[in-house]
DNA sequence: CGTCTCATTGACACCCTTCAAACGAAGTGG
DNA sequence: CCACTTCGTTTGAAGGGTGTCAATGAGACG
């Protein structure tokens, strides 16, 4: 039975629940309790601004409370591949190793609650059930990232972008439709096409029926059934 | 006889040692103390044997001690991503949740320890190193698939080869040779090509001088440096 | 020696990229 | 309020890298 098939499915055995608590939104200190039961510092960080580097020493682990991030990686001539866009409520950073092997930035103006790595490994030692946790969540990200993997090396231009407005869609609740808070180039990257060829696809799922662009940025999942069955 | 990793070795983020240690070999009984501390069952697979399948439950987490092992995901019309290979020392099939997200199969005739999930996730409860330790695994896991992902995305398909082969060359040390125990097909859906291209970016890095293939498992790495600059 | 499997090579088609231009929305200053 | 700029998106034309189809070659094995 595919039970766990669904990431979005926290109940059972698998990840913790990591929905987004309300942000302690006091002027001043900014502290904030996050669901490992840690303690940790509030940080805002504008559009595009870069919130780790790769190979930057790894201090931290966040948590986004709003906005959007992205973690990607590059190579020497500037080829770019976004690894995984978080949406609030996700945890980003974490890391094997003293460093960081990606880079994190700010896709929109967006809110973290920063913790200290030192403090989570601490913690960990005494109290298993966080890092029980944190090897849920790096399980978690693993199974998403061999999903994407699957994506990148077998699947058509109209396959991965239907993919993943399937995926947005279901972490975006919203009805049949999904306010797309990424630029064509971040899909692009994520989905290692060219930012025409993702155009070329919308229009293309467009001209099918499967979705209808009002804007740009908005699309509206017209049918559902055909878009799960390209997604794959 | 192999004892339990330094302690304060451990306490340090990085991977635990996880090289092969000598398999117990006596006839009858067959158990082997792996690195994680735990005792788990010998298991021998023939080539091409499933050994666990997609969205089974996933029982166990494995050791391998000899042979070679592929994960992979598949499409419904059979297009196939193979996620990783694992060589002797290895660990696979941890997987968050109840299933397995990956199918794992022999790729050579192969022997590996398999640990009750059960055990393990009961010891982790009162030992907060195992549970670190099998994050630390995770992550390891997590920072090689988001490689992948960069070189499924973005990468030419000679840059795919060069930087599989110089994986390889890591991997099974060897003095500037690489013996494949790897089919051409399986390299392909390892990288997201055919059959065909993998084949042709073979010869193409011979002409170039980047490599020499007296058979075709055999891969002599005439030009490292050049190697290393394509695979990036 | 024949058969089977796997690897290589060739010819051609096609999907996606590249290069280029036009379009549209948002923000700024006159 | 309207030109003007800027940034992001869309669309077009042409080219290239990889896939597809097919045939040949090379080892392994009975």
């Known amino acids: ?7 979005s499915n926290s109940s059972s055995i698998g990840l913790p629940d990591l929905r987004p608590t309300v942000p302690d939104s006091r002027p001043g200190l900014d502290l904030t309790t996050d669901p490992l039961g840690l303690t940790g510092v509030k940080m805002t960080f504008a559009r595009n601004e870069e919130i780790f ?3 930057e020493p790894a201090a931290c682990v966040y948590r986004l409370l709003s906005g959007v991030v992205r973690t990607h990686r590059i190579l020497a001539d500037g080829r770019r591949q976004i690894t995984e ?3 609030p409520g996700d945890v980003f950073g974490l890391q094997q190793g003293v460093s960081h092997s990606t880079s994190a930035e700010a896709v ?5 609650v920063a913790i200290r790595r030192g403090a989570l490994a601490e913690r960990a030692v005494h109290d298993a059930s966080i890092a029980h946790k944190m090897c849920a969540l790096a399980l978690h990200h693993l199974h998403r990232s061999e999903e994407h993997m699957l994506v990148l090396g077998r699947k058509t231009a109209c396959e991965r972008l239907a993919w993943f407005l399937m995926d947005m869609a279901e972490r975006i609740p919203a009805h049949d439709r999904v306010d797309l808070p990424i630029s064509r180039q971040d899909i692009a990257d994520f989905l290692g096409l060219t930012i025409e060829t993702v155009s070329r696809s919308m229009t293309q799922l467009q001209d099918e029926g499967l979705i209808a662009l009002p804007t740009c940025r908005q699309v509206l999942l017209t049918d559902r059934r055909a878009l799960l069955d390209l997604a794959g």
């Open 1 to 7: 039975m595919h039970t766990v098939s669904d990431p």
């Open 53 to 55: 580097g790769e190979a």
């Open 85 to 87: 866009f978080y949406l």
């Open 108 to 112: 929109t103006d967006c809110t973290v």
